[in-house]
Every structure is written in structure tokens, then in C-alpha cells.
């Protein structure tokens, strides 16, 4: 089937799509994000589309899953904030939380520094939280690309932290009733 005419059976697909959609979220915003969400990632894997395979299944099952994939993670992310909320509220400390945010600020800026590809990437897939593929696909690239450029990105975030503590270590131990 010639892709301008599976994009136009997409096209008619668009109503079944948000039903089923709205039927999943019970949301319309959530429901037009997934719908668009679905058709980004058919047309972008339309190479993969088997035409032996019905195209509103093959639509359908990427909807489900990418509707199943959300609910994971945001699952996930409840349960990651509620942890570090239970650790916030028990151990609170104002100077903490000062240094805290600047060493985050510190942090930030190095990132900004960072090649271009390694930022671009470490950004996408620990902060995003997009999957490897997803991050490769949307590049261009292949999955080993995306985690290389990863690995060289976290590689020198950790040399740039582990100065930071050395130097800091450095610190406590001149000071009167440092570490020593």
C-alpha cells in the first residue's frame, strides 16, 4: 500500500482513534495528546507497518501501548516523588537545601557546557525520561550512537562532581574541627 494512501486511511482512522483514546484517559486533552502521540510514531515507523496487518489494529495497538507505557510512568514518578517527599519532610534543612540548589545551579551550567550531542541526549533520556529507541529515532541515529554519546555525557558529569567533592573534601579537613 503506497504511503500517501495509508496516511489517508490514517486521516479517516482519526475519529475511532480519539473514542478509544478518550475511552483509556477519560480525559480529552490526554486523549488528543495520545491520538497525536500515535500518529507521530506511525507515521515515523511506517517502514514497519506490515501490510498483511490491518491498519487500525496496527494504529489501535500503538495507542495501547503508548496510553500503558504513560500510566507506568507517571505510576512511577508518583511513587519516586513520594519517596523523596517522605525523605524531604523528615530531614529538611534550610542550609542544606540553600547549598543544595546551588550546587544544582552548578550542575546546570556544566551540563550547559557539555557537547552538544552528549547534552542533547543526557537531557532526553535522564531528564525526558525517553527510552533509547525513542531518543535514536527522533535523532536519527542508532541506539548505539544514543548510548554512547550518553556513557561520554554521564562520564564527565561524574569526573565534574567527583572534583567537586574531592575539592570540598579538601576543605573540611583544612578547617578547625574538620574531618581530620
Do not use: H
Amino acid at each position: 500500500m503506497p504511503e500517501d494512501t495509508l496516511k489517508t486511511e490514517m486521516i479517516r482512522l482519526l475519529p475511532k482513534l480519539r473514542s478509544f483514546a478518550l475511552r483509556l484517559c477519560r480525559n480529552p486533552d490526554q486523549a488528543d495528546d495520545l491520538v497525536q502521540t500515535t500518529c507521530e510514531r506511525a507515521i515515523r515507523s511506517l517502514d514497519q507497518f506490515d501490510p498483511a496487518t490491518r491498519l487500525d489494529s496496527w494504529m489501535f495497538r500503538i495507542l495501547q501501548n503508548l496510553y500503558f507505557n504513560s500510566v507506568r510512568d507517571t505510576a512511577n514518578r508518583a511513587r519516586l516523588f513520594d519517596l523523596a517527599m517522605l525523605d524531604f519532610e523528615d530531614s529538611y534543612d534550610g542550609a542544606k537545601a540553600a547549598a543544595s540548589s546551588l550546587e544544582l545551579q552548578k550542575v546546570q551550567a556544566f551540563i550547559g557546557q557539555l557537547e552538544e550531542d552528549n547534552r542533547q541526549v543526557l537531557l532526553k533520556i535522564a531528564i525526558e525520561g525517553q527510552s533509547y529507541k525513542d531518543v535514536a529515532e527522533e535523532l536519527g541515529v542508532p541506539i548505539g550512537t544514543v548510548t554512547s554519546r550518553l556513557a561520554r555525557a554521564r562520564l564527565k558529569l561524574r569526573e565534574f562532581l567527583e572534583k567537586k567533592d574531592t575539592a570540598q573534601g579538601t576543605k573540611l579537613r583544612s578547617m578547625p574541627g574538620g574531618m581530620s
